[in-house]
């Protein structure tokens, strides 16, 4: 079936070191690939996202890449900050209505 | 707020009793989705409307759970006769459509649902 697997499950960086998380997806059809941010308590937030037809994306400190011959999509976070710290949730969709979401990677930016 | 709200936010309930939550989008949104969220995990995919019409349910979801958008906006999800394994939080989002997929969706703050 659909599976959507994200490693780390914990990540921890010191401030101002750049963090990697990386996923892959089992469904070829899968076209857009969305990253969430979740703060303790609160509701996941979208903070980037990739269609099939981009190798790449950047937004200030964050960037994904896409690699659809290997399944595989990353995000990537430069200069980390502690305000960075929160659960995040990488995700793939077949371009309908159905979102696979990652086991999430808990994310501690040591100040 | 005009972003996407769930009531109530926290419900205690006892085994073998009905639930029902309530799921207002953002008002021009045209899709509206279900999602299970357990301690350590990602968002798990329970339904999926689009205006009125339910157009897939996850085959986890059990013949307890229905969910409703009755008239294309809000939405409800009812569980009856809750078990333990209930016990999670309740994400809904919404997202617009318009000439083709779109796909962004925006998450309410959840509906916490404890069984006892």
């Known amino acids: 079936g659909e599976n959507v697997e994200q490693h780390p499950s914990t990540l921890s960086v010191q401030e101002g070191d750049s963090a990697v998380i990386k996923c892959t997806y089992s469904?070829?059809?899968?076209?857009?690939f969305p990253w969430y941010k979740q703060e303790l308590g609160k509701r996941p937030q979208l903070i980037i996202d990739i269609r099939s037809n981009v190798g790449e994306k950047k937004d200030q400190r964050i960037a994904v890449t896409l690699n659809k011959t290997a399944k595989h999509f990353s995000l990537h976070i430069t200069e980390t900050q502690p305000e960075d710290s929160a659960v995040y949730f990488c995700a793939a969709n077949t371009g309908g209505f159905k979102t696979i979401f990652g086991a999430g990677t808990r994310l501690f930016v040591k100040a | 707020d005009t972003g996407v709200s769930q009531n109530p936010r926290h419900k205690i309930t006892k085994r073998g009793q009905n639930v029902t939550f309530r799921c207002d989008p953002i008002?021009?949104?045209?899709?509206l989705y279900w999602y299970r969220q357990t301690l350590g995990q990602g968002p798990e995919f329970l339904t999926y409307f689009q205006n009125e019409a339910q157009l897939e349910k996850s085959r986890l979801l059990s013949d307890r759970f229905s969910a409703e958008r009755p008239k294309g906006s809000f939405s409800t999800l009812e569980i009856q006769r809750t078990e333990q394994g209930d016990s999670a939080m309740y994400l809904c989002?919404?997202?617009?459509?318009?000439?083709?997929?779109?796909?962004?969706?925006?998450f309410g703050p959840g509906t916490r649902l404890t069984v006892t």
């Open positions: 008002s021009e949104h045209n899709r």
């Open positions: 469904d070829s059809a899968s076209n857009y």
């Open positions: 989002a919404s997202s617009l459509a318009v000439g083709g997929p779109s796909y962004e969706q925006y």
